[in-house]
């Protein structure tokens, strides 16, 4: 299975914000990442983690600079082909999760294989909830599921169609150690197996470890790169 190259040519992000002064979220972030690799963003709350990854991910518009995914330049693209391409490609976990509250764990994963008309939807969506540690909630819905439950339904429905790039924003910020443990091996398994690029933000340098490259931000800039 193929996989795809994530680069950005310095990457700049200003809020504006009404009566307030702009912030400026990103200075100008470069990133050459390869096929398959995994990379983590690390950094304090606030350095421009989330605005990185929604940038990467072709949800949030740079001000200025270029995200080139497998040499496309995403925001060149139409809004449509945009859409498009992030559907086929790209597996997003966000930080606040946006599961559906009113399917069941086991639907909000199928939902988006049943799209594309994959006949075994719910055999997949199961099999990776399993994984996860979820085969005895597949039926409850998120608000009555704990805050880690929820994150790990999150985790299955953007790894389940198999995205050429997983894009996961503090993927284990909601875990104990071990359910952390057991989701970064199985990132880990499916990026090597299939060759998915990973790009995961995280406060937790344990989880960092199973990257190869950790990126440091701080105040919207890249401030060191570290090679485990
Ligand atoms: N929609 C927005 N409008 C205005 N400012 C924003 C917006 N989103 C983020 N910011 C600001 O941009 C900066 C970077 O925010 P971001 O969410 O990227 O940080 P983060 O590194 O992900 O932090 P955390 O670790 O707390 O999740 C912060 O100063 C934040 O207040
Ligand atoms: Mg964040």
């Known amino acids: 299975m193929s996989s795809f190259s994530v680069i950005t ?3 700049k992000k200003v809020y504006k914000t009404e009566g307030n002064s702009d912030t400026i979220a990103l200075k100008g972030v470069d990133l050459q990442i390869e096929k398959g690799d995994m ?3 690390m950094g304090p ?3 421009g983690k989330s605005t990185l990854l929604h940038i990467l991910g ?3 518009i740079p001000t200025s600079g270029e995200v080139l995914i ?4 995403i925001y060149k693209l139409e809004d449509k082909e945009l859409s498009r391409f992030r559907n086929e490609n790209i597996g997003f976990v966000f930080q606040f999760h946006y599961l559906l509250s009113e399917f069941t ?3 909000n994963v199928a939902i988006p294989l049943q799209i594309k008309g994959d006949k075994d939807a719910i055999k997949k969506a199961a099999d990776i909830l399993e994984k996860l540690g979820l085969g005895h909630r597949l039926n409850h819905k998120p608000p009555t599921l704990s805050g880690g439950e929820q994150q790990r339904v999150a985790i299955a429905r953007a790894i389940v169609n198999n995205p050429k790039i997983l894009i ?5 910020g909601n875990l104990d150690s071990e359910n952390a443990k057991n989701v970064i091996n199985l990132i880990k398994e ?4 299939n060759l998915m690029t990973v790009i995961i933000a995280t406060h937790d340098i344990e989880i960092a470890k199973y990257c190869r490259y950790i990126y440091y931000l701080k105040d919207g800039i890249i401030v060191n790169v570290e090679k485990n």
């Open 58 to 60: 072709g949800i949030d």
């Open 9 to 11: 040519k310095s990457i």
């Open 190 to 193: 499916i990026s090597e197996k």
């Open 39 to 41: 990379v983590a963003i």
């Open 168 to 172: 996961a924003d503090e993927p284990t």
């Open 105 to 107: 764990a086991l639907e």
């Open 45 to 47: 709350s606030g350095s």
């Open 70 to 73: 497998e040499g496309t330049d």
